[in-house]
C-alpha cells in the first residue's frame, strides 16, 4: 500500500486465527476420512449462512425467509442435472443467477419497512415459493423430491464418490472462492456503509449514502450466494426434496448465524460446524433433548454471551491484549 | 445342526476380512423416529422386535444385528448421509426401514453404487422399487390398495364420489388410482379437491363435499394426524347423517391411531393390505410377540407388519445363502419369495420385486378389545397397477 | 355454487374469531412493547394441554375448562414477563427473535416429552354437537358458539380500553410509553398486567381451538405465521385493526380453500403481500 488512505478502511492483512480455520478445513480431508460427507454439508451450510451474514450481520437485515433463495438455486442445478445439464460449475453460476433474480425481485418489498415487516415478508416469501414448488409436482417432483439427477464428473475428471471425497473438497473450493469476494466486499467502503446502515438508516441520506440502493445490492448479492449454496447441496447429493425451501431450514440457519456470531463473517461458518457436528450426535441419543437444550442455549445467549463463540472469542482475546498491554 | 453351526462359525473365522465383523449380520435401519412421523419408524421397529422376539436374534449362525438411524422426518439429504454412514461405516448388509418415499427415493441410487439390498418397510410410492435393480419392498403401494375400494364401491350401489386427497404425490398416486379404476368401473366422479398437507382444518372441503351431494367420499391422507382431523370434520358437518359414506384406502382408520379416533370413525368402509384384526394363526402369534416386544396393550400396525415380513425376508435369505451376504445372490432369493404374513399370503414380483398381496375390503366395528377395522371381503393376489406399462 | 356463500362466510368469521382470540395478545404485546414474541404460540399451546389433561384426567367438563385454561396461560405469562421478557424489552429485534424462537423450541420438546408427539383428541359436550339451520344455513354448532364467545370477549375488551382508566393507561402507552412515564403512568406495570391478559386470552383461544385446528407439540410453530400475519396485516396494537385483520385473513383462507382449493394456501399469503404492500404500517394506520 502506497499512501495511506484517507478513511482508515479495515485491515486485510489474514490473520493467523484465519489461516489456522482454513489449514483446519483442508485437513480434514486427511484427518477424518470417514466423516467427509457430513464434513461437506457442513461446509455447503456455512455458505449459506455466509450469506445471511452479509445481510444481516453487516446490513442488519432479519430474515425468515432465507431458504427461498437456496431451495430456488438447488432446484435450478437439479433440473438442468436432470435433464442433460449435467456440468457442475455452470450450474452453479446458473443457481447464483436465479438467486440473485429472486433476491433481486423480493428485495423491493424485503427491505423496507420494520424490522416485523420485512420479518413477515421474508417468512411469507419463503412459505409461498415452498407451496409453489409443491404445486408445481410434475416440474419439481413436489414432497417426493427431484431424483434422477446426472451430475457430470467435476472438471471432468473427479467423479463425486461414495465415500464423499469430491464433494468435501469441491464444497471447500467453492467456499473459499465466495469467502474471499465476501471478505473483499465488507472490507470496502460499500461494506462499511452497510455497517453505518444497520446501526443506524436514518443517519446515512445525511451523508449522502442511498440507503435503498445499498441495501437492495447486499440482498441480492446474498441470494446469489444462497442459491450457489443450494446448488451445491443438489449436486453432491443428486437429490432437491421439497424442505430446501421450508421454514425450518431458514430458522436453523438464523440460529446458526447468531451461535456462531453475526457480523464476523466466520461466525456462520462456526456456527454451522457446531449446531450440525452437535446435532447429528444429540439428535441420535434423542431428538427431543436437542431441540430443548438447543432452545436453551438461544435464550440462555441472548442474556449472556452476545456476539456468539465467534464475538466472545474476539471479546477474550481483546481483553487478553488490554491485559499484555499494561 | 450344532456342527452345521461349528462349521459356518469356524470358516466365518477363518475368512474374516477387514472391519466386517464375521458372526453378525447387519441391517441398517432408516426411518423417521422423531418428529411429527415418529409414529413411523417406530411401528416398523417394534414389528422388527416381535419377529426377533419370536425366532431369536441369530440366523445361520450369525447374530443379527439391527443399526437405527433417524431421519427426523421428509429430509432426503440426511436419510441420504445416514444411508452412506451404514454403508461407508457400519458395512452393513442391508439398509432397510423408509418410512416416507422421499427419503427412499434419495436413498434408492446408493443401493445401486454399493451394492447393498435395500428393503423397503413403508414408504408407498410405485416408482422406489424401479429406482435401483437392488430394492425390494414388503410394504405396499398406494394404487395397488386403492383400486379395490373403487371396484368394491362400484358392485356395492356407489355411483357417484366426491374425491378429498391431501396435495402431495402419494395423494396424487390415490386420486389417480381410485378416478381411473371407478370410472372404468361405470362410476361417476362428481368433484376433486386437493388439500393442502399442511392444512389445519378441513371443514370447508368436507362442505363442498356435502353440498355436491354424493353417494361417498373418498379420502386419502397421511396416515395418523391427519386422520382424526379430517374424520372430525366429517361427522361434524353432518355428512354421516345425510347418509352420504366414507371410504378410500386404511390409511385414514390407521390401527396406531384408530382407538383415539373413538366412534365417530364406525361404519368407515376402507380398503387395505393389513388389519390387527386379521383373523389367522400367523396374526395371532403375530400380535402376542409384538405384546410381548412391546408392552401389553400396544396394537400393531400395517407399518410394524411390513417390518415384520422385511426382517423375516432377511432372515431367509441370510439361511438360504448360510449367512454370506452378496447382494446379487441375496437379490435372487428375494425375488419370488414367498412368506406366509400375518397379514395373509405374500409374495415378491420377480420382475419388479414389488410386493404382491391380498387387500382386504374392511369396516369399522366395534368388537370385544375395542375399534377394529373388520374383514368382510378381499381381492386376493394384487400386483401393484401403478407400474409404468412395459 | 353462490347458494354455498353465507355457510362458507360463517366458517370463515368462525376461523377468524379464533384467530383473532389467539392473536390480540400478541398484538397489544408488540404494540405496547414494540416487542416481537415469536413464542406467543406457546401460551396458546399451555391453554389447550391443560384443557386436555383437566378434561381426560380430573373430568372436568369442557366448559368449566376453559376460564381454567385462561388462567394457567395468564399465569405463565406473568411469570414470564417478570422474570425473563421484562429485561428484553430495549433489546434489537434480532434478540428478541432469538429469545422467542428459543423459548417456542423449549415449549415444543418440553410438550413432546410430557405428551408425545401424536394429536390430542377432545371429546366436546354434547350439546356443542352438530349443525343447526340458522336463517336457512347449516351453521356448525361449536362454530356458533366460538362466535358468540369470541364476540362478547371483544366487547369486553373494547369496554375495557375505551372506558376503563387502565385502558386509558393502555392506550397512552401505546401512543408514547416515555411521555406516559413522564406522566406519572406506572407502564411497567401496564406493561404486565396486558401480558398477562394477552396471555391468558391466547391460552384460552388455544383450548377453544382444539376442536377445530387440532393440538399437538408443534402448534407454536405450525401457527405462528397465522398470528404474525394478523398482527402485522391489523397493526400492532390496535384491537379494531387486529380483528379486522383476522376476520379478513379468516374468511379469505375458507373462501379460498373452498372455491380454489388448487391455490387455497397461496391466498392467505399472497393476501399478505398485497396487504403489506398497501398499508406498509398495517390496517389501522392505513395507507402511507
Not at chain 1, 457442475?88 to 443467477?97: H, K, N, V
Not at chain 3, 423449549?106 to 339451520?133: C, D, E, I, K
Not at chain 3, 375495557?160 to 401505546?174: K, P
Request: glycine share 12%; hydrophobic share 50%; proline share 4%.
Amino acid at each position: 500500500m502506497s499512501a495511506a488512505p484517507a478513511v482508515a478502511l479495515p485491515d486485510a492483512r489474514w490473520r493467523p486465527a484465519e489461516v489456522a480455520f482454513w489449514l483446519a478445513a483442508v485437513a480434514a480431508i486427511f484427518v477424518f476420512p470417514g466423516h467427509l460427507v457430513l464434513g461437506s454439508q457442513v461446509l455447503i451450510t456455512g455458505l449459506f449462512a455466509l450469506s445471511l451474514d452479509l445481510i444481516l450481520g453487516y446490513a442488519g437485515i432479519v430474515s425468515l425467509g432465507h431458504a427461498a433463495m437456496f431451495g430456488a438455486g438447488a432446484y435450478t442445478a437439479g433440473l438442468l442435472a436432470k435433464h442433460g445439464w449435467g456440468e457442475p460449475l455452470s450450474g452453479l453460476l446458473a443457481a447464483a443467477a436465479v438467486g440473485a433474480v429472486i433476491a433481486w425481485a423480493t428485495s423491493f418489498i424485503a427491505v423496507r419497512g420494520e424490522d416485523l415487516t420485512r420479518l413477515m415478508v421474508t417468512l411469507g416469501i419463503g412459505l409461498m415459493l415452498y407451496e409453489a414448488a409443491n404445486q408445481a409436482a410434475s416440474v419439481t417432483g413436489g414432497v417426493d423430491g427431484l431424483s434422477d439427477m446426472a451430475v457430470r464428473d467435476l472438471l471432468g475428471l473427479f467423479p463425486f464418490d461414495l465415500a464423499g471425497r469430491t464433494a468435501y473438497v469441491y464444497s471447500l473450493a467453492v467456499l473459499f472462492a465466495v469467502f474471499l469476494v465476501c471478505r473483499r466486499i465488507v472490507r470496502s467502503p460499500f461494506g462499511l456503509s452497510l455497517r453505518g446502515i444497520r446501526d443506524g438508516a436514518r443517519r446515512m441520506p445525511a451523508i449522502g449514502s442511498p440507503v435503498r440502493r445499498r441495501l437492495i445490492a447486499v440482498y441480492t448479492v446474498a441470494g446469489a450466494i444462497a442459491g450457489v449454496a443450494g446448488a451445491l447441496l443438489a449436486q453432491t447429493t443428486q437429490f432437491v426434496g421439497l424442505e430446501v425451501l421450508g421454514f425450518s431450514r431458514s430458522a436453523d440457519l438464523l440460529i446458526m448465524l447468531v451461535l456462531g456470531g453475526a457480523g464476523w463473517l466466520y461466525g456462520g461458518l462456526v456456527g454451522a460446524a457446531l449446531f450440525m457436528i452437535a446435532q447429528s450426535q444429540l439428535s441420535s441419543i434423542n431428538p427431543v433433548y436437542w431441540q430443548f437444550w438447543l432452545g436453551l442455549l438461544l435464550v440462555a445467549m441472548v442474556f449472556a454471551a452476545r456476539g456468539g463463540v465467534v464475538g466472545a472469542a474476539a471479546a477474550a482475546r481483546e481483553r487478553l491484549l488490554r491485559r499484555a498491554a499494561r | 445342526m450344532n456342527l452345521v453351526k461349528t462349521i459356518a462359525a469356524v470358516a466365518a473365522l477363518l475368512f474374516a476380512q477387514g472391519a466386517r465383523a464375521e458372526g453378525t449380520i447387519k441391517v441398517g435401519l432408516v426411518a423417521e423416529f422423531s418428529g411429527p412421523f415418529a409414529g413411523y419408524g417406530k411401528q416398523i421397529h417394534n414389528g422388527i422386535k416381535a419377529y426377533m422376539k419370536q425366532h431369536g436374534d441369530t440366523v445361520a449362525g450369525k447374530k443379527v444385528e439391527l443399526v437405527l438411524k433417524d431421519t427426523t422426518g421428509p429430509s432426503p439429504e440426511i436419510a441420504k448421509r445416514l444411508a452412506q454412514d451404514l454403508i461407508t461405516h457400519d458395512k452393513v448388509d442391508f439398509i432397510a426401514g423408509f418410512g416416507l418415499t422421499p427419503n427412499a427415493l434419495a436413498v434408492a441410487p446408493l443401493a445401486t453404487q454399493a451394492k447393498t439390498p435395500m428393503i423397503i418397510m413403508n414408504a408407498a410410492s410405485s416408482i422406489i422399487t424401479t429406482k435401483s435393480p437392488y430394492v425390494a419392498r414388503f410394504s405396499m403401494t398406494l394404487p395397488q390398495v386403492t383400486e379395490p375400494i373403487a371396484l368394491w364401491g362400484a358392485k356395492n350401489g356407489v355411483k357417484r364420489v366426491f374425491t378429498i386427497v391431501s396435495d402431495y404425490a402419494p395423494g396424487l398416486d390415490a386420486e389417480n388410482a381410485f378416478v381411473k379404476s371407478f370410472s372404468s368401473q361405470g362410476g361417476e366422479v362428481v368433484g376433486s379437491v386437493r388439500v393442502p398437507l399442511r392444512n389445519p382444518d378441513f371443514a370447508p372441503f368436507v362442505q363442498r363435499a356435502k353440498d355436491a351431494k354424493p353417494d361417498a367420499v373418498f379420502i386419502f391422507v397421511p396416515a395418523g394426524e391427519q386422520g382424526i382431523a379430517f374424520v372430525k370434520a366429517f361427522t361434524e358437518r353432518g355428512l354421516r347423517q345425510a347418509g352420504i359414506k366414507l371410504i378410500g384406502p386404511g390409511d385414514v382408520v390407521d390401527d396406531d391411531v384408530l382407538e383415539a379416533m373413538g366412534d365417530p370413525t364406525l361404519g368407515i368402509i376402507t380398503t387395505h393390505h393389513y388389519s390387527a384384526a386379521h383373523d389367522s394363526p400367523e396374526n395371532a402369534a403375530f400380535r402376542k410377540a409384538y405384546a410381548e416386544a412391546n408392552g401389553e396393550g400396544t396394537r400393531p400396525n400395517f407399518m410394524a407388519v411390513a417390518g415384520y415380513d422385511g426382517i423375516a425376508a432377511i432372515y431367509e435369505v441370510a439361511k438360504k445363502l448360510d449367512g454370506k451376504i452378496d447382494a446379487d445372490r441375496a437379490m435372487e432369493v428375494i425375488k419370488g419369495l414367498k412368506l406366509n404374513s400375518p397379514r395373509g399370503p405374500i409374495r415378491i414380483d420377480p420382475e419388479t420385486r414389488d410386493i404382491v398381496q391380498t387387500v382386504y375390503v374392511r369396516r369399522v366395528e366395534r368388537v370385544k378389545g375395542g375399534l377394529y377395522n373388520v374383514e368382510f371381503d378381499k381381492f386376493p393376489d394384487v400386483k401393484d397397477p401403478g407400474k409404468p406399462a412395459n | 355454487m353462490f347458494a354455498s356463500l353465507p355457510g362458507v362466510l360463517f366458517d370463515g368469521v368462525a376461523y377468524g374469531s379464533l384467530l383473532f382470540l389467539m392473536s390480540i395478545g400478541l398484538s397489544v404485546t408488540m404494540g405496547l412493547m414494540r416487542f416481537i414474541n415469536l413464542a406467543h404460540g406457546a401460551f396458546a399451546m399451555l391453554g389447550g394441554y391443560v384443557c386436555v389433561v383437566g378434561m381426560a384426567r380430573l373430568g372436568v367438563p369442557f366448559l368449566l375448562m376453559l376460564p381454567l385454561a385462561f388462567i394457567a396461560a395468564a399465569a405463565a405469562g406473568a411469570v414470564l414477563e417478570r422474570t425473563l421478557y421484562r429485561r428484553l424489552y430495549r433489546r434489537s429485534p434480532l434478540d428478541q427473535v432469538l429469545f422467542s424462537l428459543g423459548l417456542t423450541l423449549m415449549s415444543v420438546a418440553g410438550a413432546t416429552y410430557v405428551w408425545g408427539s401424536g394429536q390430542q383428541p377432545v371429546h366436546l359436550p354434547g350439546f356443542l354437537l352438530g349443525q343447526v339451520r340458522v336463517l336457512g344455513v347449516d351453521v356448525g354448532v361449536y362454530r356458533l358458539f366460538l362466535v358468540a364467545l369470541v364476540g362478547a370477549i371483544t366487547a369486553a375488551l373494547v369496554l375495557l380500553v375505551r372506558r376503563t382508566r387502565f385502558g386509558a393507561r393502555i392506550r397512552a402507552s401505546v401512543d408514547d410509553a416515555q411521555a406516559s412515564a413522564g406522566l406519572g403512568i406506572n407502564v411497567t406495570r401496564v406493561f404486565s398486567v396486558t401480558f398477562t391478559l394477552g396471555s391468558g386470552l391466547a391460552g384460552l383461544g388455544g383450548a377453544l381451538a382444539i376442536d377445530v385446528l387440532g393440538l399437538d407439540p408443534t402448534f407454536p410453530l405450525k401457527y405462528l405465521v397465522y398470528f404474525l400475519l394478523v398482527v402485522v396485516v391489523g397493526g400492532a396494537g390496535s384491537i379494531a385493526g387486529t380483528l379486522a385483520a383476522s376476520l379478513l385473513l379468516g374468511v379469505f383462507d375458507v373462501s379460498g380453500k373452498y372455491y380454489v382449493p388448487a391455490v387455497g394456501a397461496f391466498v392467505i399469503y399472497g393476501l399478505m403481500l398485497v396487504l403489506l404492500l398497501l398499508f406498509p404500517g398495517g390496517l389501522r394506520r392505513g395507507a402511507r
